[in-house]
């Protein structure tokens, strides 16, 4: 690093805005504004392919409809003027806008791939159709992640019209299945340049430059001759039901309502019932139906060194400090644990946890330290997953300018934050987490019903206009921050 280099960052970062780049700001923010019938038709093309994974014929890795979704990406920046790619195998695309000749590369990262939709009963519109009401737009994938290509696709082309001189390449890099395994983006990082910083606007604003250490993990223990109990969905969630079928019908529903556990009656199945929210945020929202389940299953008479895990363990403190003692960080915060499922049959007991390990935790000592708990209650223990954290530091000037750009087109001067969530951001070195979703409003991706705000489709497209035209301004070539 040179001296000029680190003047030049710290003019950039912190000294006053020059009226050019105002007048920049400006004519970006107003050519958007012209183009917000363009931006929902864009958008519209996109939600009208059912782009989940689906095995079938095509000779495509991960569905035609996922692959059809893809062209469609590629011509729209083609109309607006910006060089598309995708790869003969169909694993990844790009889109860019070229730099000089030796540039670096700013990468946004999105993906195009969405979860099997919900019923189609459930919505009050067709979710293969954006339809506008109140200002809403409401279609299959438009929070996760339809809008955010959107945006940053006429954010790239907002910054060529507001004249920026473009010093760094611009690429859109466009993951199909970041929803199941991330072989996209692996395939993309074996086969070509890995930007020197990114943002992935598959998150939340504003920026988000820590993300905890996750570990998914099984722990197997004694079968029961007594109970046969199935509950879970995924990892990802805190449940919210879990389904007794048993002989103690009527006594686990007089319980439930002396304890003012709603529930109901399927066929002679007691289903009870809880809120669903992320796994990573257990320790503040949700309500897991398999901890009020464990815990009126004990009340009634029934022993389980599996109910009492559940119940107590867990159910008594999502940070589990009665196990592993105190864990956190002061960049992250504290350790995080969601019971995610639970199963019992005469063979043996399986409780599934869903672990949120603050950043700076060293992962072979927590390892042994959870092993070494589980052993000594006599269960055994299966990692299924585990993901590194992403921590970049809050001071590096990708994490300050971004949060400059947010702060100067909505006038909110909340600081970056740390997260327990695992976004799409970890599959790529050197990114974060920055937007597209706007606090407070509603996160309702892979919902029925799905929406967004028009007002907020076209302000997050300002906010990466901003972004894009800031980091030209700065030399690359240096460390902004690396991930652990």
Same mark, same amino acid.
């Given at each position: 690093m040179i001296a000029s280099d680190d003047q030049m960052i710290r003019q950039s970062v912190i000294g006053s805005t020059p009226s050019s780049d105002v007048s920049r700001h400006e004519a970006e923010s107003q050519w958007l504004e012209g183009q917000t019938s363009s931006m929902v038709g864009a958008l519209a093309r996109l939600v009208a392919h059912p782009s989940y994974f689906q095995a079938d014929q095509s000779n495509t890795p991960f569905g035609l409809a996922i692959d059809n979704c893809l062209d469609d990406v590629l011509a729209l920046a083609r109309e607006l003027g910006l060089r598309g790619y995708k790869d003969p195998a169909g694993l990844y695309g790009y889109v860019e806008l070229p730099g000089e000749a030796s540039a670096n590369v700013i990468g946004i990262l999105c993906h195009l791939d969405v979860n099997a939709p919900v019923e189609a009963g459930d919505w009050f519109s067709d979710p293969l159709v954006l339809e506008q009401r109140n200002g809403l737009l409401y279609g299959c994938g438009v929070q996760q992640n339809k809008e955010a290509v959107v945006a940053a696709l006429f954010a790239m082309r907002a910054v060529q019209e507001s004249g920026t001189p473009i010093r760094h390449t611009i690429r859109l890099i466009l993951g199909l299945d970041a929803n199941?395994?991330?072989?996209?983006?692996?395939?993309?990082?074996?086969?070509? #340049?890995?930007?020197?910083? @990114?943002? @992935?606007?598959?998150?939340?604003?504003?920026?988000? %430059?820590?993300?905890?250490?996750?570990?998914?993990?099984?722990?197997?223990?004694?079968?029961?001759n007594e109970l046969s109990i199935v509950c879970g969905g995924t990892f990802g969630s805190v449940p919210d039901r879990a389904i007794y079928q048993g002989?103690?019908?009527? $006594?686990?529903?007089?319980?439930?309502?002396?304890?003012?556990?709603?529930?109901?009656? =399927?066929?002679?199945?007691?289903?009870?019932?809880?809120?669903? +929210?992320?796994?990573?945020?257990?320790?503040?929202?949700?309500?897991?139906?398999?901890? #009020?389940?464990?815990?009126?299953?004990?009340?009634?008479?029934?022993?389980?060194?599996?109910?009492?895990?559940?119940?107590?363990?867990?159910?008594?403190?999502?940070?589990?400090?009665?196990? &592993?003692? =105190?864990?956190?960080?002061?960049?992250?915060?504290? &350790?995080?644990?969601?019971?995610?499922?639970?199963?019992?049959?005469?063979?043996?007991?399986?409780?599934?946890?869903?672990?949120?390990?603050?950043?700076?935790?060293?992962?072979?000592?927590?390892? $042994?330290? &959870?092993?070494?708990?589980? $052993? #000594?209650?006599?269960?055994? %223990?299966?990692?299924?997953?585990?993901?590194?954290?992403?921590?970049?530091?809050?001071?590096?000037?990708?994490?300050?300018?971004?949060?400059? @750009? %947010?702060?100067?087109?909505?006038?909110?001067?909340?600081?970056?934050? +740390?997260?327990?969530?695992?976004?799409? $951001? #970890?599959?790529?070195?050197?990114?974060?987490?920055?937007?597209?979703?706007?606090?407070?409003?509603?996160?309702?991706a892979n919902q029925a019903n799905e929406h967004l705000a028009l007002d907020n489709l076209v302000c997050g497209s300002k906010i990466f206009a901003c972004a894009l035209s800031r980091l030209q301004q700065i030399p690359l070539g240096i460390s902004l921050g690396r991930q652990h």
């Open positions: 199941r395994e991330w072989q996209s983006v692996s395939g993309y990082i074996r086969q070509e #340049r890995v930007p020197d910083i @990114s943002f @992935s606007p598959t998150g939340t604003f504003p920026v988000v %430059y820590a993300e905890k250490r996750l570990l998914q993990v099984s722990l197997y223990g004694p079968g029961s002989k103690r019908q009527k $006594a686990l529903q007089k319980r439930l309502d002396s304890v003012n556990f709603p529930w109901y009656d =399927d066929n002679g199945v007691t289903v009870v019932l809880g809120q669903p +929210a992320p796994a990573e945020r257990c320790d503040c929202a949700g309500i897991n139906a398999i901890i #009020r389940l464990s815990q009126a299953l004990l009340s009634i008479g029934y022993q389980h060194p599996a109910l009492g895990f559940c119940s107590l363990v867990v159910g008594n403190d999502p940070h589990v400090r009665a196990l &592993l003692g =105190d864990i956190e960080d002061a960049c992250s915060g504290k &350790l995080t644990v969601n019971l995610s499922g639970l199963q019992i049959d005469e063979q043996e007991s399986r409780i599934d946890l869903d672990i949120r390990i603050p950043v700076t935790v060293d992962i072979e000592s927590f390892r $042994a330290q &959870l092993q070494q708990a589980v $052993a #000594r209650l006599g269960w055994r %223990y299966d990692e299924l997953r585990h993901l590194p954290p992403l921590h970049i530091a809050e001071s590096s000037p990708l994490v300050t300018l971004l949060s400059d @750009s %947010y702060r100067d087109i909505t006038g909110d001067a909340r600081r970056a934050i +740390a997260s327990g969530g695992a976004s799409f $951001a #970890r599959s790529l070195p050197n990114c974060v987490s920055f937007g597209a979703l706007f606090p407070e409003f509603p996160n309702t």
